[in-house]
């Protein structure tokens, strides 16, 4: 059990901008809650640094990189439409210092979605008014016996996508060992250069991405899908088999491609096979795999690097039926993710989906692709069963939070959502083996694992 000993309201050290921010259509996209990122350290390397004096530091170093990242320390509120606005108005991040009962083997391997890693993590309270929910809160818990500890940190999705708030997250590390950050490490606020209006669209496209997904034959809705429980599990795929995946993967449709099938093509493939597999259904059940694209780069002119918001767009790859999912080669799913990833990395493209976005009177409707459990509504487009979403950390240094004790035993998300989906991470040890988070109904998990391991 861990038992919070204290708690700040941090602001920024300096006098920051108030007012409203303008929030992007890719902003307005994603979920207003917040992501949740877990970094454990063991002090492997015996730094000596005290919890006490480290959390101090961390507020501090907190108080300071928040005159740079002010949104942070901001509220949301809703207006028409459904949609968020960002009022800059310095309520303040919260900071939390922790203990806990129990040593950090007790928790196990910090599985996403588990009970246990919930108290590691800062209480947020859905229930009170939106302008009263904290944009960024961290905690920082000390593990009974030994000198290892955990940092929590959630911050809202409307306010950064994953590389912005790892970003943010390493620089605040880097600032708290003591590190000056350099002006290329400043964040880029204008979020007004991916807007519709400052990225007009050219030329408008059919966007597969906001229409329905396929239902489970038979079926008129998916609230039955809704309904059924899931589970969250973690598996570790070494250098060696993520190797085997691309070499089955590379046979066949990209036998002639110029460029390989990548790590994430290849493994989301075998993923999306295996829940095809386990769910044993009819081989004309028509099924899909939703993915999501980082368009910094693909936008023109491309954001800055340090651009902090949401630069995210969905897409999804074309409907197969199950039977050619399983009975293909690897690479017939593999292509279908890489052509999805390809039809958004278009700058005309991504005009044409934010101008979509910008276009909707209810902006809620089509960001209830996420809605949580207890929550149904015919209408949401849900991408668990027939389907499955991918997702990937691999590309994001999250290995890089060195707060002063080393960099950590383990960093990845806490929570993923409860339908079904399968995430690519990082693992620790930088050999080229990777972490895959994932979280499928339950009465289908077995099977999944089965057919997981028959690589």
Not at 122 to 130: E, G, H, K
Not at 242 to 252: E, R, Y
Request: proline share 5%; with cysteine; charged share 25%.
């Amino acid at each position: 059990m861990a038992s919070i000993i204290a708690s700040y309201v941090v602001t920024p050290k300096e006098e920051t901008p108030k007012g409203l921010l303008c929030l992007s259509e890719s902003d307005q996209m994603w979920r207003w809650s917040h992501a949740t990122t877990i970094y454990v350290y063991n002090n492997n390397n015996n730094v000596n640094v005290n919890v006490n004096e480290l959390v101090q530091r961390m507020r501090d170093s907190l108080s300071h990189i928040l005159v740079h990242y002010y949104p942070l320390c901001g509220r949301l509120s809703w207006t028409e439409g459904g949609r968020l606005q960002m009022d800059c108005n310095t309520k303040g991040a919260i900071l939390l210092q922790a203990e806990s009962t129990k040593t950090m083997d007790e928790y196990g391997d910090f599985s996403p979605n588990d009970d246990s890693i919930k108290e590691l993590m800062p209480n947020l309270d859905y229930s009170q008014p939106i302008e009263d929910i904290p944009l960024l809160l961290a905690q920082v818990t000390k593990f009974h016996g030994g000198d290892a500890i955990a940092i929590g940190t959630a911050i809202s999705h409307t306010m950064s996508d994953g590389v912005s708030a790892v970003h943010f997250i390493n620089s605040w590390a880097k600032l708290t060992r003591g590190d000056a950050l350099g002006p290329h490490e400043l964040p880029f606020l204008d979020r007004t250069v991916l807007t519709a209006s400052r990225l007009p669209a050219l030329r408008f496209f059919d966007h597969p991405e906001f229409k329905p997904p396929p239902l489970v034959l038979g079926r008129t809705d998916n609230i039955e899908e809704q309904k059924k429980k899931t589970r969250a599990a973690m598996f570790k795929l070494t250098a060696e088999q993520v190797q085997k995946l691309k070499q089955k993967a590379n046979i066949g449709d990209y036998e002639s491609k110029e460029r390989p099938v990548s790590r994430f093509e290849a493994i989301g493939a075998h993923i999306w096979r295996c829940a095809c597999m386990a769910r044993e259904h009819d081989k004309n059940q028509p099924t899909l795999a939703k993915t999501v694209v980082d368009i910094r780069n693909k936008v023109n002119p491309p954001l800055p690097k340090n651009y902090f918001g949401n630069a995210l767009a969905n897409t999804v790859t074309s409907t197969c039926c199950v039977g050619d999912i399983i009975s293909e080669s690897l690479s017939y799913a593999a292509k279908r993710i890489r052509e999805a990833v390809e039809r958004i990395s278009n700058d005309e493209y991504i005009r044409s989906h934010l101008e979509f976005v910008a276009r909707q009177e209810r902006v809620d409707l089509i960001r209830t692709q996420f809605l949580e459990k207890g929550e149904y509504r015919a209408n949401v487009s849900f991408y668990g069963n027939p389907n499955i979403t991918l997702g990937s950390w691999t590309r994001m240094p999250v290995y890089e939070a060195d707060f002063g004790w080393g960099k950590p035993d383990y960093s990845g998300p806490t929570y993923v959502s409860p339908f079904d989906i399968g995430i690519v991470a990082p693992s620790s040890e930088g050999d080229g083996s990777v972490v895959v988070l994932l979280c499928f109904q339950i009465q289908h998990m077995q099977n999944f694992i089965k057919h997981f391991w028959d690589i």
